[in-house]
């Protein structure tokens, strides 16, 4: 099979919108966590989270277009703190559910039925039934002119883990702590690790 620029384009919008979501593969499941000044907690779920860099340690994500309210990244901006929570099997369905469009001073901590976390005073909550998470502090946006995104950039302050999920070589095993994987809009997915390969060398 194959499809043209054509055939996307002609694709009913909420197929086409999964078709090249798709595309893109397995990405990670991650649950946002904010609040903004007046300490309401927000909790969304973003597939678009990067690798930016080891050092310092940079992790980025993409925020859609913030033209309609988009209160994790308002909440972002306004504090400059946010966590970053993997989803496990145990709450995948929660964590689905943080996508519905909830109003400002409604929780989707107390709409979903996970657990907002405070660690060592850092403003904005964790997920704790999340078994890896962190603490990040916002460095910078970019807004992205092509398609009106916002490309997030923070920096990694505190890591959280079960301890069974650390090699000797500071590998995190995320078989050991469940993480799941997303593709597409809506499919979720447990993973398997296959092997570690040693580094390659010509």
Known sequence: ?????????????????????????FKSANLIGTQDTAGNTN?????????????PPLIGMIMRPHSVPRHTFENILATGVYTI???NSKIYKQAHQTSARYDQDESEFTATGLTPEYLNEFNAPFVQQSRLKY?????EH???AVNGTELVIGEITDVYFDEIALQSDGFLDLTAVDTV????LDSYHGVNKLQRLPYAKK
């Open 1 to 25: 099979m194959h499809f043209t620029q054509q055939h996307i384009a002609a694709l009913e919008k909420h197929s086409r919108a999964h078709f090249i979501n798709s595309l893109s593969g």
């Open 43 to 55: 909790l969304s779920i973003v597939s678009s989270v990067v690798h930016l860099g080891a050092h």
């Open 85 to 87: 929570n993997h989803v």
């Open 135 to 139: 603490a990040v502090k916002y460095l």
């Open 142 to 144: 970019q807004h992205l």
């Open 181 to 184: 994987a997303v593709s597409g």
